[in-house]
């Protein structure tokens, strides 16, 4: 059982199970709302493709989805890190 | 008949609609600012079948406000066929969508567009059992090819009410097992699509990536655009049109105000399509043979760009900087549109989400982002002293870009937001796509452009001929010539330039300006004011008060720019 992160502190290709995602007030709509109709649920394995420097964007790429969020975001999304192969 | 084309953002739904309403007759093109097609007619079998385009959305639960005005297109149209345009290569996230159009119980059909690209990617359906499950109509087609569009229009009539039922709150649960009973996927290795990809999103290869696209960017279009004036319209011009424009010039005495207008002065007994400033000479010569060029040029570039999915990639990579304007890295796409004509780049500043960052991309785009008439222009106007002059004034504005959003972003209220997108897969770009796309925006650009240019050479010429410029260039002669550096007759190019920039750096070139004086020139024609079409699209999604807000902006750091220059400009 490896521990908490946020998608954010993930590593480019490494891969993590959606715990949560917690509600980014900066929008009018929420985040999370926007994710989900995506797709993007709890419990959904998703692979960190990258991140930029000074706390850019990150890439991240769920089922056949590429996705680009701002770090804030990023950090809302809170993963447990899955090795490659399991779970999946 | 009525049918609305709802599906995910991306899917192919506007080259369905283009392919329903172009291919088989008359399409409509509802005018407004751009050309923007919405809602058009599709003839076939003696019926006429409403077609309308509806913005793309993930749900109809409303994240956006785009997405608001989709939904309530599609409560507003209620006695419309749905046709919900789905890409098969992303079936799981489509099938959202899908599913909640079911619940609103009205006839559906679903196109499995991609159908192509299943076959590359490993990906099976079995589209036969899909239609079984969901009790619709499900039809593979290939947008861009056309391949199953006739299959599709044929099966319009057989749309139904779907006969799948289930509750809420198992949406997703059902939408895992509609997938594992219909897909089928087979392992395989990624393409080199796919890895190319991920390497323009990295920074360490993507940053060089996005250097080498923009360099390539302008060097292709400087390439063609040279190209196009130098062996074709200057030829066209020179060899065809002036031996006619001389005779008529004989025919009409030479001279005259009615001369003048039309083939305007002669220059050492010749016409010169920059200088003589008639209707049909430099005011045909400006638009069609110096900037028509750049102008295809540019749309063949950036077209490639968009159809390539290389876009949102890019703005990933430069979102950091953005951020530093207030803005996020989706504002380069309005950015980039601008620098072909700032009209359709203010409308594409709607993808921004907040209206503090919607001012601040529209300011920073009038004042320092140069459309392809007014580079054209400065090109010809500058580029004859070499290198060193055209990069004052193209890296004076870059600076003025990054400065101005920096400061706006400090003293603007309101928030900004972070970049939310989704990347979409590359793609190889469908010539005929690419063509019918570009031949669209020429056909606008010289619509738009080519009676406004007509437009301001008569007025420049009503202009001189009842001494007004003379009584302007009197007024202004403190600003324009103390603070800038310029002589008064200057003034003649910054009223016109508020008509059309192209036809304002023309009326700069008869009086002989130092290699300063066209560099302060340039800087100021391009910052002090948009031209007027840009301006009342400004008007339009600004209002009034931001409108006259950004205006101040403009006249500060147009005067300021170009004394700091004159000033410190050391030749």
Redesign the interface.
Known sequence: MSTLKTLADLK?GQQGKIISIKDHH??????N??L????I?EGKIITK??S??????V?FRC???????????ARKILVEEVKPGENS | MKILLIGNPNVGKSVIFNRLTGAHVIASNYPGTTVEFTQGKMKYDHTTTTVIDVPGIYSLEPASTSDEIAVKMIEEHEDAVLVNVVEATNLERNLNLTLQLIQLNKPMILILNFWDETHHLGIDIDHKKLEEILGIPCIPTCAVTGEGIKTFVDMIPQARIPSLEFEDQHRWDLIGSIVKQTQNLQHRHHTILERIGDISVKPVTGIPLAVIVLLATFKIIQLVGEGLINYVMDPIFEMGWKPLMMRLSGIMGSQGIFHDLIIGRLVEGEIDFGQSFGVLTTGLYVPLAAVLPYIVAFYLVLSFLEDSGYLPRLAVMVDTILHRLGLHGLAIVPMLLGLGCNVPGALATRILESRRERFIAMTLMAIAVPCMALQAMIVGLVGEFGIKSLATVYGTLFLVWIVLGVILNRILKGESYEIFVEIPPYRIPYFQGLVKKIAIRITWFVKEAVPFVLLGVVIANLLYTFKIIEVMGNLAKPLITNVLGLPQQAIGALLMGFLRKDIAVGMLIPLGLTEKQLVVASLVLAMYFPCVATFSVLFKELGIKDLIKAAVIMIISSVSVGALVNYLYPW
Request: hydrophobic content about 30%; proline content about 3%.
């Open positions: 480019s900066h929008r009018h709509h929420g985040i709302q926007k989900q109709s995506m797709g649920l493709v990258s930029q420097w000074m706390r850019g964007p890439v089922g056949k989805t590429d996705i680009a969020v701002g770090h804030r975001m």
